[in-house]
């Protein structure tokens, strides 16, 4: 590798530098310790001081030096872990630059051009690398440590290293930690012991910092039943939040695809770097926060003060900048925070050229001032162009009269406080594809007729309409800690469907895609698939005791927003409980803004949980328990397995509180959902435990505390609800308890902000990452115990065995994915598919395995004969072998008897194994997909499996010329290497000559009638072959004799066809004349040492990646 040049003393190496090679210009040294003589002491320290200490030595043994005879100052100019990377750089030199150095007068000259020479060689090499990073010269370093230490495949991407101690035991090694696309990787050398971790980062369960009374802050890793701890670094949190995104990148990608197809730019594992991960979690946290489209991604941040002009100050915080929003958010704790679309932004202007302020006009006579802003300049520039106002010849022919109206209500709103309501925005309007909200259908309000609720809920509207007159309505409202607070007490009901989709977000994705939903709709009606199916099934289980979901207007509502999504987002389809959410939507917005609605819910509030393995909602149930840990400790001491909660809890979860509580009073709950998302469900299922504590501490078993849950949901009534008797749930509990024992559900909420409301939304996310690993790392190995418990019933293996191959052939399904973008096998990885079917090998994939596994020497036609063997054991021929089939396989070949083992050899040359093309293509390929689930066909492939018979030997049909010449090649090539290689070698040609002679004989008798010459030069050919393959068989063993064997020999049938009668044998014949061989029985019942072929397997699966 080329270095910066770099001036050296050379005189203080001395003790450390071999010289191995020198000339007038340059010399070619090894580092001690390395290479010939390379042990003892020296050796010890030197590759301690090279470890622990921060310098190129510690990285290649071998270095080049330029100096000039006049002068004393050298200069490293490459350095190279092997001989032969060196020299090439010294041959290099010598061709190229000696040759010149020689016109030039002056050192100064010569050494001026050297340097110029190495650094452009290192400016080309980094044109051709994919990422310029912070400081180019130290990561080319860690990059050749990296590649010298842990061998890994030249795809593999290093992102970042950092220096720290790893924790083996109780005692610290220092060295140095080293984070890449695929693996978390450690080393350290100290006198002579070698550390050396490699992990993937699919195999975590768990990642967490960490502090005790030893390690003051320390990173937690545990994998594969392993707890490892780093330590001493220097930048704690940056180096957590690499690992926790490249653990989150590595699981999204390999396991929860679903997710992984809407990160574009993490796509490409080659193009991973620790700027684009940074840049990721701060987008991600961006979007988060201000509920915005997964296609927004953070672009600037500039801090500045905002005018709040309802309260008459100026609040500090931070601008953000995406490609279609100009957020802000304030950090002095007044919990003030705006977005504005650009498509509302009507021009950006600065009040005077002396002071760093900006104002932004909006629609609706709103203007927004920001002062303090270190680079207007460039802000105003870049929304500006993002608005396209510049490019407008209208905006820029007015921007003077526009400038002047934006400082008139500035300076009228600073002089004129109580006119603060001129701020009021106008409400957009968006055109429903059928139907209004269903509330307003059946229970349209009496405006004449006021009871006491209906005079609450005018108070409740006109409270919120003061609201707006204050902070502003639409898009580009202030949302404070009022508005938290007038949310807590209950939305109007006429207000509810607008506030929702302000809240979520909903309401910019149904601006920016205008036609969209219609388009949906036309698109999917009429389509059948297993989702609309299900759809089907659950309509009228979807709120059916309410009015608007007993009629046909509500049922087809229901229908077509269901059907929407299922067509937009097939990964989904439909999950139960989406029709229980969707309906409550429905009763509260157009039915254009309930599908915007679900989209926001499904695919930015809850991730993951709408899925076949509800992966988000057994993650948000994990985060619940830790926080029932953190804040009900009295109920955890009394019940130490929280796991009932889990299950208790999921309904909550899944249908936010929905299916568990009255109509009237989940509404409320949906309302701060919607407003603060997944913390104010945590909240609220955290009061209701402490609502019913003594209750819960006093039960004797899960029943009983089940029961106090449910009736104390049935007491939850809400006093202010307007809807009529006829649209409320009934309380079961209210009939047989006393009157005192109600809860209302406003109470029940301001009790959860009051007591749980510190829960910060940060530590949500990051707890929701934390656990995340662990329950995809549980749902993997359920998968495990649940595809070893079918495979053990049919092979030999013992439960440890089969866990390590599942190992084995899991990873080697990763493999062909870590440094592919579009790899075949992960397209093919379906978790809704059933186990077995997880996780399958391609052809490649499954060949790289065997290789390790086999328990002959298939050397020379290694490729040919695993070819053969995939197809034998595809019985489907859908160009995929799972778990089941190949562990069968290989169960044959390990354990079974001399007959099954010599069944098996004698089927790869028979049909379909042997006769299908040799290039591999499978004719057949599957479609995969939830939507396409053929459960007949595998209720059929189930039942075949049931009634199918054990194969004998008799069923098997005859092997034909060309197949048998074939079967003694392999025979010859699975023996070669063999210590009994000769006598094996003899015994087949013996047999061979045997079954010939027997084949003649049994000809003859067949034909006695016809001793015509037609008939002998059969046998005479015949009689010849073995005398010309036995010869040919034992110089079998080269590539190009076996590689095109198959190909020759069915030539050669075809025309045998013609002229002579096809001979043949069954496997009777064949087993029987080998039987007679001690040899070869031998060989095939040695026993194989299994454990020891899964230890080299295990190791070596890497490195054989790395040869390929």
């Not at 607008?498 to 949906?520: C, I, Q, R």
């Not at 097939?570 to 029709?579: H, R, T």
Request: charged share 25%.
């Amino acid at each position: 590798m080329w270095l910066k040049p770099d001036e050296i003393l050379l005189k203080n190496a001395f003790k450390l530098w071999v010289t191995e090679k020198d000339n007038e210009y340059f010399i070619l040294q090894r580092r001690r310790g390395y290479g010939e003589g390379g042990g003892g002491l020296t050796g010890l320290l030197v590759g301690t001081l090279d470890t622990v200490l921060d310098s190129t030595s510690k990285v290649a043994p071998f270095r080049i030096l330029h100096h000039t005879p006049d002068s004393q100052i050298y200069w490293s100019i490459a350095c190279g872990v092997t001989k032969d990377e060196i020299f090439q750089h010294w041959d290099w030199l010598q061709q190229n630059i000696m040759r010149t150095l020689s016109v030039f007068d002056s050192s100064e000259d010569i050494t001026s051009f050297v340097q110029g020479k190495i650094r452009g060689l290192i400016a080309e090499e980094g044109k051709s690398s994919l990422v310029l990073e912070d400081d180019p010269e130290k990561f080319r370093e860690a990059l050749l440590r990296f590649e010298k230490w842990f061998e890994l495949p030249s795809e593999e991407k290093l992102v970042t290293y950092y220096s720290c101690s790893y924790w083996k035991g109780k005692v610290p090694c220092q060295g140095w930690l080293y984070l890449s696309t695929n693996f978390l990787c450690f080393y350290s050398y100290l006198l002579g012991s070698e550390v050396k971790l490699v992990i993937s980062w699919d195999e975590l369960w768990r990642l967490e910092k960490t502090s005790n009374v030893i390690l003051t802050e320390s990173i937690h890793v545990h994998a594969h039943g392993e707890d490892h701890y780093f330590s001493m670094l220097l930048h704690l949190n940056e180096t957590f939040v690499i690992m926790e995104q490249l653990a989150d990148y590595s699981i999204k990608r390999l396991f929860d695809k679903e997710a992984f197809q809407k990160e574009p730019m993490l796509r490409d594992p080659l193009q991973i770097t620790k700027r684009g991960l940074e840049a990721h979690a701060k987008s991600e946290q961006f979007r988060t926060f201000f509920r915005l489209p997964k296609e927004e991604n953070l672009l600037e941040v500039h801090e500045s003060f905002l005018w709040v002009p309802f309260c008459h100050f100026n609040t500090l915080g931070k601008i953000c900048l995406s490609e279609n929003y100009l957020c802000f958010a304030s950090q002095d704790g007044s919990q003030c925070h705006v977005i504005i679309p650009m498509r509302e932004v009507v021009n950006v202007e600065k009040p005077d050229f002396s002071s760093r302020a900006l104002i932004v006009c909006v629609r609706g006579k709103r203007a927004l001032r920001f002062s303090e802003v270190r680079d207007y300049q460039r802000l105003a520039n870049s929304i500006r162009s993002r608005c396209g106002i510049s490019a407008s010849p209208l905006h820029s022919a007015s921007s003077e009269a526009i400038r002047g109206e934006c400082q008139s209500l500035i300076n009228h709103f600073e002089d004129n406080p109580e006119d603060v309501t001129l701020m009021v925005g106008q409400k957009g309007s968006s055109k429903a594809v059928s139907t209004e909200a269903l509330m307003t259908v059946f229970h349209p309000q009496d405006m004449e007729n006021l009871d006491p609720k209906m005079l609450k809920e005018k108070m409740k509207e006109q409270s919120w309409n003061i609201h707006f007159s204050e902070y502003g309505r639409g898009t580009s409202m202030f949302l404070t800690k009022k508005t938290r607070d007038l949310i807590v007490r209950g939305v109007p009901e006429a207000l509810r469907g607008e506030l929702w989709m302000l809240f979520s977000g909903a309401v910019n994705d149904m601006a920016t895609h205008p036609g969209y939903y219609t388009e949906l709709v036309e698109q999917s009606l009429g389509t059948s698939t297993l989702a609309t199916d299900e759809i089907e099934r659950d309509l009228h289980r979807s709120l059916p005791e309410h009015p608007a979901f007993q009629s046909d207007t509500g049922i087809s509502a229901l229908r077509r927003v269901l059907t929407a999504y299922a067509y937009r987002n097939p990964k989904i389809g439909y999950c139960q409980a989406m029709n229980i959410l969707t309906s409550v939507l429905l009763l509260y917005a157009k039915e254009e803004e309930a599908f915007w609605l679900l989209v926001a819910v499904c695919e930015r509030m809850l991730p993951d949980y709408f899925n076949r393995r509800i992966i988000g909602a057994l993650v948000d149930q994990a985060v619940f328990e830790d926080l029932i840990r953190e804040n009900l400790p009295q109920l955890v001491e009394h019940m130490t397995d929280l796991s009932f909660f889990s299950s208790v809890s999921l309904s909550w979860f899944l249908t936010l509180f929905i299916s568990v509580l009255p109509i009237e009073s989940a509404v409320n709950v949906v309302d701060c959902f919607f407003y603060d998302g997944i913390k104010a469900i945590l909240q609220l299922g955290l009061a209701v435990l402490d609502y019913n504590m003594d209750a819960l501490i006093s039960c004797h078993d899960d029943a009983e505390a089940v029961t106090i849950l449910n009736r104390f949901f049935d007491s939850v009534t809400n006093k202010d609800s307007p809807l009529p008797p006829t649209v409320q749930q009934a309380s079961v509990g209210n009939n047989d308890k006393a009157s005192h024992f109600g809860v209302d559900i406003s109470e029940l909420i301001r009790e959860a902000y009051e007591k749980y409301g510190h829960i910060r939304s940060e530590e949500v996310e990051s707890s929701r990452k934390r656990n995340k690993l662990y329950v995809i790392q549980t749902l993997e190995d359920t998968t495990k115990q649940n595809v070893i418990r079918v495979v053990s019933q049919e092979v030999r293996f013992t439960a440890p065995q089969l866990d390590e191959l599942y190992f084995l052939f899991k990873r080697q399904h990763f493999l062909s994915c870590y440094w592919t973008m579009n790899s075949p096998v992960l397209l093919h990885h379906d978790p809704s598919l059933a186990y077995l079917e997880q996780y399958q090998l391609g052809f490649q994939q499954f060949s790289s395995l065997l290789s390790l596994l086999e328990p002959w020497a298939f050397c020379p036609v290694k490729s040919t004969l695993s070819l053969w063997v995939f197809r034998l054991i595809d019985e489907n021929q859908d160009g995929l072998v799972n778990f089941k089939e190949f562990c069968c396989a290989l169960d044959t070949l390990y354990c079974g008897s001399f007959t099954n083992k010599l069944k098996f050899l004698f089927k790869l040359h028979l049909p379909p194994a042997f006769e299908l093309p040799e290039d591999g293509v499978i004719r057949k390929s599957p479609e995969r997909g939830r939507g396409k689930v053929d459960l007949q066909a595998y209720l059929k492939q189930w039942q075949n499996e049931i009634l199918k018979k054990e194969e004998t030997i008799k069923d098997l049909p005859r092997i034909n010329q060309a197949q048998f010449i074939q079967f003694s090649k392999t025979l010859y090539n699975i023996f070669h290497g063999d210590p009994e290689e000769e006598s094996l070698y003899r015994a087949v040609t013996h047999v061979t000559s045997l079954l010939l002679r027997m084949e003649e004989v049994g000809r003859k008798l067949q034909e006695p009638s016809s001793p015509q010459s037609s008939s002998k030069p059969a046998p005479v050919s015949a009689e010849a072959s073995p005398a010309e393959v036995s010869p040919a068989e034992e110089n079998a063993t080269s590539p190009e004799s076996t590689d095109t064997s198959s190909s020759q020999t069915s030539q050669g049938t075809q025309g045998s066809e013609q002229s002579e009668v096809e001979w043949s044998f069954s496997f009777e014949q064949v087993i029987a004349s080998l039987l007679n061989e001690p040899a070869v029985v031998r060989f095939f019942e040695r026993p194989v040492d299994i454990n020891a072929k899964l230890g080299h397997a295990k190791v070596a699966q890497l490195r054989l990646k790395i040869q390929k």
